[in-house]
């Protein structure tokens, strides 16, 4: 019954298409009215309070900061030109670049949004250019961009193990492996298609060695944000909040060694950065407060208690999960669908045997998939606003394949859990 009401609610909400963080508010009220006698409403003060005042917490707005500088800087822009002399004699070309500079951004932005919406402003003129298929072109930077919240540092792996109190950075080494080999999945996607169909990539370019070795300059960048954010952390020098702020100081020395730095830049950066930062912190607070009122009206111990009485082997039941995370990655915002789920679904699994690191990557993967599956896939309609012409059918069409790509990943995670554990052995 509550969960049926629940659901419900929550559907009509969204199909009415209410803010995310307000439809959480809504329905949590309209559930402790409904299922319970006690005023829980008056607890929305402490619980906004406490969900918004941990310390993890502050990384949030300093990484998508990091990300913001980075675009208003130009730096995504030179990282793409370099990756496509060294990668343009692979199958796809400026496909397997928009990949690989997906990739070496996630390293830095922390975002999935962030990371698509730069990949496309940089990549869709070269893409037109050169007459690739729009199609797989745009299909392949959503997907890419879906790699910024797997490989470290992440932004959803730290709303993970802030909602599961698991350490950030095992969370961020664990996420290494599965990320790269995702990267090289998708790579192999577009060769497969490329070499099956040619007419898929557009006019060959070439590039010559001196050409490429001079590129390299250009890497650098990326390479300087990611040892100071990810090598401060475990060298033990820095906390992932702190190691954050480095971050953004690097990279606004990059941004001055640029010459980028004016009025207008700190604008775009500050504007950008306080709303991404207020939706993610408004979705936390919402949905710590609709968890925290279905904790009090039990649903939590319900359903967990269901799950213990059905029986179910631990295999059963995780497919269940994945199962269940697909259809709603079809309907809700991946960031909410974390939220809201994760308190609850997070300690039946780990009960059962399963490490909440491995789970961890396991639900960013999920999440990955829901953010290029329409209707709410997020990463398709980032592209397509960038982009402003044609169908986002065709970035639909083009993502279909890497869809694919992400649960031959799933299934690898499944069966050789060692891919996402093995880095974990190497720090406390």
């Known amino acids: 019954m ?62 998508v900061m990091l990300g913001e500088i980075l675009l208003r800087a130009g730096i995504a822009s030179k990282t793409y030109n370099a990756l496509n002399k060294w990668l343009s004699w692979l199958p796809g070309g400026l496909l397997q670049a ?9 390293a830095t932005s922390g975002s999935s949004v962030a990371t698509a919406a730069t990949i496309t402003t940089v990549a869709l003129p070269q893409g037109r250019l050169y007459n690739y298929s729009e199609k797989l072109f745009t299909g392949s930077i959503a997907a890419g961009g879906t790699l910024g919240i797997l490989i470290p540092p992440s932004i959803n792996l730290i709303v993970y193990g802030f909602l599961t109190n698991t350490s950030i950075p095992r969370l961020f080494l664990a996420g290494i492996v599965p990320g790269i080999l995702l990267a090289i ?28 070795f001079d590129s390299l300059k250009d890497l650098i960048p990326v390479l300087i944000i990611f040892v100071v954010v990810i090598g401060s952390i475990y060298a033990g020098l820095a906390t992932p909040t ?53 904790d009090s009206i039990g649903l939590a111990e319900m ?3 269901f799950v213990t009485n059905l029986g179910a082997s631990p295999l059963n039941t995780l497919l269940v999960v994945i199962a269940l995370y697909i259809v709603l990655g079809f309907f809700v915002e991946t960031l909410s669908l974390m939220v809201i789920t994760v308190p609850i679904v997070a300690p039946i699994l780990v009960n059962m045997g399963y490490d909440p690191i491995w789970f961890g990557i396991l639900l960013i993967l999920l999440i990955e998939m829901a953010l290029i599956t329409p209707p709410v896939g997020l990463n398709l309609y980032v592209v397509q606003g960038v982009r402003r012409t044609g169908s986002i059918t065709d970035v639909m069409i083009g993502a279909a394949p890497f869809v694919v790509m992400i649960a031959i990943m799933i299934m690898l995670l499944i069966i050789f859990p060692e891919i996402a554990l093995y880095c974990t052995q190497f720090v406390n």
Do not use: H
Request: glycine share 6%.
């Open 2 to 63: 509550i969960i049926t009401v629940t659901l419900a609610i929550l559907l009509a909400l969204l199909l009415l298409s209410v803010p995310v963080a307000a439809a959480l508010i809504a329905l949590g009220l309209s559930i402790g009215v409904i299922f319970s006698d006690y005023p829980l409403y008056r607890a929305i003060g402490e619980i906004s309070w406490s969900a918004s005042t941990d310390f993890l917490l502050l990384s949030i707005p300093l990484f």
């Open 242 to 294: 702190e190691s954050a702020a480095l971050g953004v100081l690097a990279s606004l020395l990059l941004a001055l060694r640029y010459r980028a730095v004016n009025i207008e830049f700190f604008k775009q950066v500050f504007e950008g950065t306080m709303r991404t930062s207020s939706m993610i912190m408004l979705i936390l607070i919402s949905a710590n407060f609709l968890n925290f009122i279905l």
């Open 98 to 106: 928009n990949i690989g500079t997906s990739a070496l951004f996630a």
């Open 185 to 212: 999945l998708f790579m192999l996607c577009i060769g497969i298609a490329c070499f099956i169909n040619p007419k898929l990539s557009g006019g060959k370019q070439t590039a010559t060695w001196q050409e490429r």
């Open 303 to 305: 359903l967990n208690d």
